[in-house]
């Protein structure tokens, strides 16, 4: 087993290291956003300095996340008394049912019950879940993150596209995103976050889907349009939305897929000039496939020199997950191609096994949520296995709450080595989930990022409610930090008494 203890003084160096190439390596400096008191401010705590000089000694077999002085060392007692609030809020179900009813409301669409609604949200959840209303303040938030040793992924939250107009506007968005990262202290923002669902019209990702999978049904079936790409299907994978020959693309939808192509083009381009690399979100099967099938053809354009620029997304509740990540690591291989993958769960449980139903197939979700966790630690396992072993092809975020598979990861890196130094894993929450984990996990010398959408409130916060109407589960399995909190709200209580 290999241990590393590593001084101090030297991880600091490596860790802005240019040479060593990490997920983001360093880029030029244009004009650093200066951070005002915010969420993530540091107090000056004696914990959080023995912190940062004790965390760098690897000491992840042992992920300590009990101590709840330590781990919320960086976070001042207003941030934590606020997040302990409304993290109780959205544990409850009908809260969010509430924040539904209220965002569809037509009573809360015009005048002042909707500023009334905005502006008690703006003070709640969206300070609590969103790094700010545009990328400026984003950035203000990135810098206050990365003073509490954690880094963030930009999430522009953007709705879905139908028109190419509405394509155009998003990609406007997701390139001021690539600019304002690039403007930010170095290593700070981890990766800009794309959904291709916004730069590419969703009919079009339905029939482009539709085609690829009759395309894994019926191989002689010829798609003009389809460029150099890894394997999207497994024998596994479930085809039922395609019930019968899907008509070939029309010239207008070949023109649109152009324009997609090159928009999607345009934002990777943008990524390697900046060398700031693209993560694509993972949506819902039925368009699913035109969203691999768009990152694997841009990973095999952009990704170069053990350098990937474009990051795919697998979600370990499907069947087939394992299975397809073994073949398209396979052809990669093969290829020479090197990839980058987000590992999560998945968030669109209910609507995949409604979606699976209405064809009269069973859900391509595991039966059981066991079958899930063993999936998920299964292709950890495997990809960290990648990076230890072989040929520095692979990078990987493990993006994920689950506080059994943050450990279990982090004892197979140490266990393997790979660790911060390595620059090919990183893990990840969303903003204003599962603290306790993320400096838990930073605290024991790994790069962790905090997934962060940003916006103005009316933009992000229904797609904000969407997600936790479809994730309920998450918001109530905060307990553990809840918990933490509360801990550690009442030593600061006392501590300040006597
Ligand atoms: C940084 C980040 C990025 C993300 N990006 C994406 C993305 O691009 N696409 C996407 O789809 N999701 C994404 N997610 C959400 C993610 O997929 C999960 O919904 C969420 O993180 C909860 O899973 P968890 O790993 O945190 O584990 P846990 O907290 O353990 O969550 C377990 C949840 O899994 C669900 N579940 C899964 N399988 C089963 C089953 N068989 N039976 C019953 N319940 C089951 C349940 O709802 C349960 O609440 C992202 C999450 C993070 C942190």
Redesign the pocket.
């Known amino acids: 087993m290999a241990t590393r203890v590593i001084p101090p003084r030297i991880l600091k160096k490596l860790r802005y290291n240019t040479t060593t190439k990490p997920l983001n390596a360093a880029h030029p400096s244009i004009s650093p956003v200066i951070a005002p008191p915010s969420l993530f401010e540091r107090s000056p705590s004696p914990v959080a300095d023995a912190v940062s000089t004790t965390s760098t000694t690897m000491e992840t077999a042992n992920l300590n996340l009990d101590d709840a002085e330590r781990l919320f060392a960086s976070v001042s007692t207003e941030k934590l008394l606020r997040s302990s609030a409304v993290l109780h809020a959205t544990a409850v179900g009908p809260m969010v049912d509430l924040g539904m009813w209220l965002m569809k409301s037509p009573v809360f669409q015009t005048g002042l019950p909707k500023d009334l609604i905005m502006a008690a949200t703006k003070e709640t959840f969206f300070s609590h879940f969103c790094a700010g209303e545009d990328a400026a303040a984003a950035g203000r938030s990135i810098s206050a993150l990365k003073e509490a040793g954690l880094r963030g ?1 930009l999430v522009y939250g953007v709705e879905d596209a139908h028109e190419n107009d509405g394509c155009d506007r998003n990609l406007k968005g997701f390139l001021h995103t690539v600019d304002v990262s690039k403007s930010l202290p170095p290593s700070s923002v981890s990766f800009v976050i794309v959904k291709i669902t916004a730069i590419c019209p969703m009919t079009l990702l339905e029939r482009m889907s539709d085609l690829l999978r009759w395309q894994q049904k019926d191989p002689s079936f010829v798609l003009p349009w389809k460029q150099d790409s890894l394997p999207i299907f497994a024998e596994s994978s479930p085809l039922y939305h395609t019930q019968k020959r899907p008509e070939p693309l029309t010239p207008e939808e070949e023109s649109d897929l152009q324009l997609a192509n090159q928009r999607l083009l345009e934002l990777c381009q943008r990524c390697e000039e900046a060398n700031m690399p693209l993560l694509v ?3 819902h099967t039925t368009v699913q496939p035109a969203i691999d099938y768009f990152t694997y053809s841009s990973s095999i354009r952009h990704n170069k020199d053990d350098n990937p620029i474009v990051f795919g ?1 697998i ?1 370990t ?1 499907l069947k087939d997950a394992k299975e397809r990540l073994l073949l398209t690591t396979k052809a990669a291989e093969k290829m020479g191609v090197p990839l980058g993958f ?1 590992l ?6 209910s609507t995949e096994s409604k979606l699976a139903e209405s064809f009269g197939y069973a859900s391509p ?5 066991q ?2 966790h063993n999936c ?1 630690n299964g292709c950890s396992s495997f990809l960290l296995e990648k990076i230890a072993n072989g040929p520095g092809s692979i990078s990987v975020v493990l ?4 506080i059994e ?1 943050g450990k279990l990861a982090a004892a197979k890196a140490y266990e393997l080595g790979v660790g911060k130094v390595n620059h090919k894993l990183e893990f ?3 903003y204003g989930m599962s603290e306790a984990l993320s400096f838990g996990l930073s605290n024991a010398g790994f790069q962790v990022s905090k ?1 962060m959408p940003f916006g103005p409130v009316d933009m992000v916060m229904p797609y904000l409610l969407r997600r936790a109407e479809e ?1 309920r ?2 918001l109530a ?1 905060s307990g553990f930090d809840r918990q933490l909190m509360r801990k550690e709200l009442g030593r600061r209580l006392k501590a300040a008494m006597f």
């Open positions: 992924m979100d993972a949506e997304t979600q509740y987000k999560v769960r998945g968030a669109y449980m979700i595991h039966n059981t949520i079958e899930t998920f993006a994920t709450h689950n598979s990840a929450q969303l997934y994730n589960g998450l399995a």
